[in-house]
């Protein structure tokens, strides 16, 4: 790769699901050539997009993990992560939007702004990801970029501002005007990798210069120099990609492009934009928490020559052993040196240093800042830092969302017993969103995801990676216990055994707290209760969080004040305390009047027009609300709150309803009340489970 970190992009493609992201990047690797060959997504060559390398990826055409590879494009090294659209692999978006610098926002010139594009640009600012938009599929019936600009406008709060218009639409769309240069370009040769600039068509012209103007405008907020120029009737295109390039990495900027992946139009200006207007690595401002120093910020100079910090933001576990990605953030990794893990602080030696293609490895001898590249044979966790040694800092983590629903899974025999720990074990260290756990009291193995697609891939995977063959129970809703009023406790813990006995006592109250987390309060006057006793009263309360009395589900929204207590100077002890503190929250539980919540998930069905009023019945039909409904030409967008416990199967009814011409997506929203019928009932089915054990 090269010296020179300024001419290094490390940039995500991410949007809704099926707007053509794998497309975008497999044009990209042919331009770029990296790849010599293209293919498609759902290729009847069999071969399938490089960076869909699973099997279930290419079978299904979905992106199901996200694939890194880097390409050169005219002296700058690009570093890509290909992301999935489907809203159960949102943590795969998470963690390459922690690590990537910039983003190319993919839109669909006929669907617009959609809903996991909302949830995408969310993302991006959570994590401060300057962006340019790409809007793709410009030859489809019905599209409109126009509409999809003035969506980002109103639906995402951006700025955008066209950097092009398109030469005809839908089946007559052959190549787009760059309002830049004022040059018309069209796309010709195999696969359109020769480009060919002409002078703007004559009907064109007008609306080129109208356009042009109000990109002068935009940009020449972001530069003094080209606001002069515009004046002096002397700008240059060099004026204008600095203006657009200051107000793109500030984010109060997003240049929109336009084009056809499929058809092999427009990508190549996209990968100008990048070297143009998107950051490198020393543009951006990163920051690590010190750890000897009380956790102080502390900016990292992205310098190749200062201490290494670099953040291990994936991991995959292959035949071959664990394979670590690591962005390096400041200093350099060489084979053979010796890094260490800030969280565990164990050291490792670097044996084998690859920069990935998708699944192929190629090995390197050297990567410093602003890279990323992978390990072999490191033992960590996704998120954990690594430096050489001098530094004790860890970078934050990135954000992981609760899983929402679960799933018993049971090996039909011997033999998948055994793997089926090996898969479990291998999953959980790759997804941070895919939990596991044995039920104590049923033996059952339980498995957490982000939805039913989710769980349904790992599930397969199980069988073809690992040979487990399980069966699996009814999907099970994550529902969660609160409590609706203050209680008050006032409880000991006496126990005589012959010897030094166990004494405690703790009062105070519980409430519903506001922030949805749990919080303990001191307010313990006189010193009734040692300091050194709270300790394990806070632990006492926090181990009756993960089992409510209710219907034996987590419980959340607590806080905790303890403001009396007695103790005893032989017989008290943390242990004492502890089973007091558990005493307590038994005897104020119940009194506090708890409630059943259930997750709500935020549902947004796309149909044609014709299809809405039964899309609206099945969502009221589920308990659902309807939101809000937006019709756009032929089709219609409908959002709506349903209950998690409501949309089991909704995949199937909803095709049946549309003619198969509807999709939907779906993610988690907020916890809401359980109406009291549902309530009674999940009380009724946790005591028959309870006695049937």
Request: hydrophobic content about 40%.
């Amino acid at each position: 790769m090269l010296d020179d970190i300024g001419r290094i992009r490390n940039i995500g493609i991410s949007a809704h699901i099926d707007s053509g992201k794998t497309t975008l990047t497999e044009r990209i690797l042919y331009y770029t050539k990296r790849i010599f060959t293209v293919h498609e997504v759902r290729g009847k060559d069999g071969v399938g997009a490089t960076m869909d390398f699973m099997a279930l990826e290419k079978e299904r055409g979905i992106t199901i993990s996200s694939a890194a590879t880097y390409c050169e494009w005219r002296g700058h090294a690009i570093n890509i992560i290909d992301t999935p659209g489907h809203v159960d692999f949102t943590i795969e978006v998470e963690r390459a939007l922690r690590v990537l610098d910039s983003s190319i926002l993919v839109l669909c010139a006929v669907g617009g702004v959609q809903s996991q594009t909302i949830s995408v640009d969310r993302q991006m600012n959570r994590y401060k990801v300057p962006r340019v938009a790409f809007i793709n599929k410009c030859d489809r019936t019905g599209a409109n970029p126009y509409r999809v600009v003035e969506q980002l406008r109103i639906r995402l709060n951006h700025k955008p501002v066209l950097m092009q218009i398109p030469i005809g639409l839908e089946d007559t769309f052959s190549g787009v005007v760059d309002l830049v240069s004022m040059k018309a370009i069209y796309f010709e040769g195999p696969f359109g990798g020769e480009l060919n600039e002409e002078g703007i068509p004559a009907h064109l012209l007008e609306e080129a210069a109208k356009r042009r103007e109000q990109m002068l405008d935009a940009a020449s907020m972001f530069s003094d120099e080209l606001m002069e120029a515009i004046f002096d009737n002397a700008v240059t295109e060099e004026l204008i990609r600095q203006a657009v390039r200051r107000g793109t990495i500030s984010r109060q900027l997003t240049p929109v492009f336009l084009g056809s992946a499929y058809k092999n139009i427009g990508v190549q200006p996209v990968l100008d934009a990048v070297t143009h207007y998107l950051p490198s690595p020393a543009e951006v401002k990163n920051s690590a928490l010190d750890m000897d120093n009380g956790g102080k910020e502390v900016t990292l100079s992205s310098n190749p020559d200062d201490p290494l910090v670099a953040l291990a933001f994936k991991l995959e576990v292959t035949p071959y052993g664990q394979l670590t990605y690591l962005r390096i953030y400041q200093g350099s990794i060489k084979k053979g040196d010796d890094l260490v893990n800030t969280r565990t602080k164990k050291g490792i030696k670097v044996g084998r240093l690859v920069r990935m293609n998708a699944d192929e490895m190629e090995d390197t001898t050297e990567a410093g800042a602003g890279d990323i590249v992978a390990l072999f044979g490191v033992e960590c966790f996704s998120g954990d830092t690594f430096t050489d040694g001098t530094l004790n800092y860890a970078l934050s983590s990135i954000f992981v969302p609760e899983p929402v629903i679960s799933l018993s899974i049971s090996p039909k025999d011997n033999r998948s017993k055994a793997n089926l720990a090996k898969a479990l074990n291998r999953f959980v260290r790759e997804d941070p969103t895919f939990h596991s756990r044995v039920d104590h009291e049923s033996g059952q193995t339980i498995i957490s995801g982000m939805g039913e697609l989710h769980l349904e891939i790992y599930v397969e995977r199980m069988r073809r990676e690992f040979m487990a063959e399980v069966e699996t129970g009814i999907p099970e809703v994550s529902y969660r216990e609160a409590i609706s009023q203050r209680a008050e406790f006032d409880y000991i813990h006496k126990k005589q055994t012959g010897g030094a006995g166990q004494y405690g006592r703790v009062a105070g109250f519980i409430e519903p707290s506001d922030e949805g987390a749990y919080e303990f309060r001191n307010e313990v006057r006189g010193g009734v209760i040692p300091t050194e006793f709270i300790p394990a009263v806070d632990k006492g309360f926090q181990s009756c969080l993960n089992k409510g009395l209710l219907i034996g589900f987590p419980v959340i929204g607590l806080r905790v004040t303890v403001n009396d207590g007695a103790y005893h100077v032989v017989d008290s002890s943390d242990r004492a305390f502890l089973q007091a503190a558990i005493g307590a929250f038994k005897q104020a539980y119940k009194k506090a009047r708890p409630i059943i919540l259930e997750p709500i998930m935020r549902i947004s069905v796309e149909c044609p027009s014709e299809f809405q009023g039964n899309v609206m019945s099945s969502l009221n039909q589920r308990r659902g609300l309807i939101v809000s409904s937006a019709e756009d030409g032929i089709f219609t967008t409908v959002e709506a709150e349903v209950p998690l416990a409501e949309m089991f199967g909704y995949a199937t009814t909803l095709r049946s309803l549309t003619q198969g011409k509807a999709e939907f997506s779906m993610e988690f929203s907020r916890y809401a009340k359980v109406p009291n019928s549902l309530e009674e009932d999940l009380k009724i089915r946790y005591k028959d489970k309870e006695k049937g054990r």
